[in-house]
């Protein structure tokens, strides 16, 4: 064969390369139908295929960005926001999702130029609501960088069927009458809570944290059930691009009736961990001292270790789901069986919870929970002499938070308890409603 025919023959396949190329066209609206169905990582997938062939055209650019934020490739999805930018700079989706793409490579400055140029654009509200979420969430992402504070005031009125968890007279078969102040009573309730923390770092990647709190309530007949809380905590955190260790001391006062019932003084140690843009592990590790002037028998020490995991899902109402898990062991300082029977328990428990979102304004919240107590020793109570206790705790709240300005939340709550015991003497039921005016500063 000669030179000119091998040429010709090498030419011709040459030319094949890009029609079999061609053959596997790119679908733009193959792109679309799995952009608009929140399938982002499959979006992503497919766009990637194309980049060569199709960036620089702004509508692929923004759907390949966007699929490539929500697949964890923040870096990739900002770069393709920038070049649909260069031709559409008043295109306030576009800024807002370069925006949050910074955000998520805690790029704060910059992510903080870019949400407040969106707002310049004088977007709908959604978006003004939605930027000014990230505005405020970047406030406390600098408390990396500098000292922030924050707080809250709450007001709220309510109704409480069991104030004082008490067991009711017709559960009652071995003892037959109690005190009044045992047997549970309903009454209604205000309620005046309140908490400031400041930040502060001093190194690189170290901050320290304080915080107060303080709970006020008071019953509208059962004045003897008024309760008082107060909690310091003072703790050092160290913080890595995915991970945030944090230790904390704490000291709280519980009143009861204007007279100090019980306080409690500890040690919390935690590591919250991102797994990924969208799920967190946090682990606690928790030791406390319980001190009850008046009831020396119940003076013990608790130690409990806790993991949670959440996952935030795109899409519609935006669910945030979470599922933890603990245990402990509460040790009396007495060595009475009096005591350990009643003080004395292991402890284990679970706790499932989600989050809806409706509008930025408006959400929903609800979590069941139980957990689990077996006493150390038998009981010492004559009717109950020889049992050894165990309790059933369940829990179930829900709350409606509606944000009806910038700075003011009213929340409507609700909850159920009930203690399910071998111990008749610590059966109840308990359902409280709330409705409460927040004020965040």
């Given at each position: 064969m000669s030179h000119k025919s091998m040429l010709a023959i090498a030419l011709l396949l040459l030319l094949q390369i890009p029609l079999a190329f061609a053959a596997e066209t790119f679908d733009?609206?193959?792109?679309?139908?799995?952009?608009?169905?929140?399938?982002?990582?499959?979006?992503?997938?497919?766009?990637?295929?194309?980049?060569?062939?199709?960036?620089?055209?702004?509508?692929?650019d923004y759907m390949y960005g966007v699929s490539a934020i929500d697949a964890g490739h923040a870096s990739q999805g900002v770069f393709a926001l920038e070049r649909v930018l260069l031709a559409y700079p008043d295109d306030h989706v576009a800024r807002l999702e370069l925006a949050r793409g910074y955000f998520i490579l805690e790029e704060y400055p910059r992510a903080r130029q870019e949400f407040e140029k969106v707002l310049a654009l004088n977007p709908p509200r959604s978006v003004q609501e939605t930027t000014q979420n990230f505005l405020d969430q970047i406030r406390l992402k600098e408390a990396r960088y500098r000292t922030t504070?924050?707080?809250?005031?709450?007001?709220?009125?309510?109704?409480d069927t069991n104030v004082n968890s008490g067991v009711g007279q017709d559960k009652l078969t071995v003892i037959t009458s109690l005190d009044a102040n045992s047997l549970g009573q309903d009454d209604s309730f205000s309620n005046l809570s309140g908490a400031w923390q400041i930040t502060v770092p001093f190194a690189p990647g170290w901050m320290f944290n304080t915080g107060?709190?303080?709970?006020?309530?008071?019953?509208?007949?059962?004045?003897?059930?008024?309760?008082?809380?107060?909690?310091?905590?003072?703790?050092?955190?160290?913080?890595?691009?995915?991970?945030?260790?944090?230790?904390?001391?704490?000291?709280q006062d519980f009143n009861l009736d204007g007279d100090k019932y019980r306080s409690l003084a500890g040690l919390n140690l935690d590591w919250i961990y991102s797994i990924t843009q969208k799920s967190r592990l946090t682990t606690n590790l928790q030791y406390v001292l319980l001190d009850y002037p008046d009831q020396d028998s119940r003076n013990s020490s608790l130690a409990s270790l806790s993991l949670s995991y959440s996952y935030s899902f795109s899409g519609s109402l935006s669910p945030y789901v979470f599922l933890s898990a603990n245990i402990g062991?509460?040790?009396?300082d007495d060595d009475s069986q009096g005591a350990k029977s009643n003080t004395d328990r292991s402890i284990t428990g679970l706790r499932t919870g989600?989050?809806?979102?409706?509008?930025?304004?408006?959400?929903?919240?609800?979590?069941?929970?139980?957990?689990?107590s077996e006493y150390g020793a038998e009981q010492t109570f004559p009717a109950f002499f020889g049992i050894t206790r165990s309790d059933d705790f369940v829990t179930a709240?829900?709350?409606?938070?509606?944000?009806?300005?910038?700075?003011?939340?009213?929340?409507?709550?609700?909850s159920y308890i009930k203690n399910d015991s071998n111990v008749e003497l610590y059966n109840y039921?308990?359902?409280?409603?709330?409705?409460?005016?927040?004020?965040?500063?």
């Open positions: 733009t609206d193959h792109l679309k139908t799995l952009f608009n169905n929140y399938q982002r990582q499959q979006a992503y997938d497919y766009a990637r295929q194309y980049l060569a062939q199709m960036e620089g055209d702004p509508y692929f504070s924050s707080g809250y005031v709450a007001l709220g009125y309510g109704s107060l709190n303080a709970d006020i309530r008071k019953n509208s007949q059962l004045s003897q059930f008024d309760t008082l809380t107060g909690t310091l905590q003072l703790g050092v955190s160290r913080l890595f691009k995915d991970s945030q260790y944090k230790g904390t001391l704490l000291y062991q509460e040790t009396s989600i989050n809806l979102t409706f509008t930025p304004r408006l959400a929903f919240q609800t979590s069941v929970g139980l957990q689990k709240d829900m709350a409606l938070l509606w944000l009806f300005s910038k700075d003011w939340r009213l929340d409507t709550r609700a039921d308990r359902t409280q409603v709330s409705l409460s005016v927040n004020y965040a500063f």
